[in-house]
């Protein structure tokens, strides 16, 4: 019998905090929601604390430590604010992102030469948490992530999932191999300096097949794509309710 790889799945939830703030409504509960990414078998919550408060807010995250039974992974820019609120809260890791107000979501990895300005800060987070940094899968930011004694590195797999969306639209298959060998390359490289390797952005049902046999990568962080999934699966049964509320 083939023994299955221990893989680890984060299921990131702002998207749920997303639909709630377009309303500023007090539904959906991101808590409820969490509660359901247990129940469904995810190892990790993560959300991201963004600058501007656009979904996940302080409440959430403090309302989340206190309720989850999972480790929670809080993703987060480098900036004072943040850290001193990581220090405060003390989640199960922070993964570290570049940060820009006018982006949709996270467009790139951190470049982890950022870290060096501040190294008494990043000394200070990993003493008490585990400090995963989110890069593009190159070597160079590898070696950085080694030299900084970073815990983990989540390679951003933007670039991996727009190269499938093009080969699925038979227009570039160079592009697609291309982008899985920067991961592969990179996942070693990480692997060997004993750092661990996690991965997540823009992964789909159809897309994460082929990073799964990249063994290295033990964890996948995916949010949109299951938030999105779980309307369709769950719009039926919801109609049905307010259906049969309302002739009651
Ligand atoms: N990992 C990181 C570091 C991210 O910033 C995001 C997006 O918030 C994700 C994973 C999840 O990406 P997606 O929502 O596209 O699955």
Redesign the pocket.
């Known amino acids: 019998m083939v023994a299955l790889k221990p893989i680890r799945l984060g299921v990131?939830i702002?998207h749920v905090a997303t639909l709630r703030e377009v309303r500023k409504a007090r539904y959906p509960d991101v808590v409820e929601a969490m509660h359901l990414c247990e129940r469904g078998g995810a190892d990790q919550i993560?959300v991201?604390l963004r600058e501007d408060r656009r979904h996940i807010q302080d409440l959430d995250v403090e309302r989340l430590l206190e309720c989850s039974l999972l480790p929670v992974n809080l993703?987060m820019a480098f900036t004072e604010e943040m850290i001193e609120r990581a220090l405060k809260w003390r989640p199960h890791s922070v993964?570290l992102?570049p940060e820009r107000r006018e982006e949709m979501?996270?467009e790139s990895g951190l470049d982890l030469s950022c870290l060096q300005k501040n190294l008494s800060s990043l000394s200070k987070l990993r003493e008490s948490l585990r400090v995963v940094g989110?890069i593009d899968p190159d070597l160079s930011q590898v070696s950085l992530a080694q030299e900084l004694n970073l815990d983990g590195v989540?390679f951003h797999t933007g670039p991996y999932s727009e190269a499938f969306e093009m080969s699925l639209r038979g227009r570039d298959n160079n592009s697609l191999r291309h982008q899985i060998q920067r991961l592969i390359e990179a996942s070693r490289a990480a692997d060997n300096a004993k750092i661990e390797v996690k991965a997540?952005?823009?992964?789909t049902i159809q897309n994460v097949s082929h990073l799964c046999e990249i063994s290295e990568i033990t964890e996948f962080?995916?949010?949109?794509?299951i938030v999105a999934r779980s309307l369709l699966m769950g719009l039926e049964a919801a109609v049905r309710e307010m259906k049969t509320h309302i002739q009651r």
């Open positions: 990131n702002d993560t991201h993703e993964t992102v979501t996270t989110f989540e997540g952005h823009g992964l962080n995916i949010g949109h794509s």
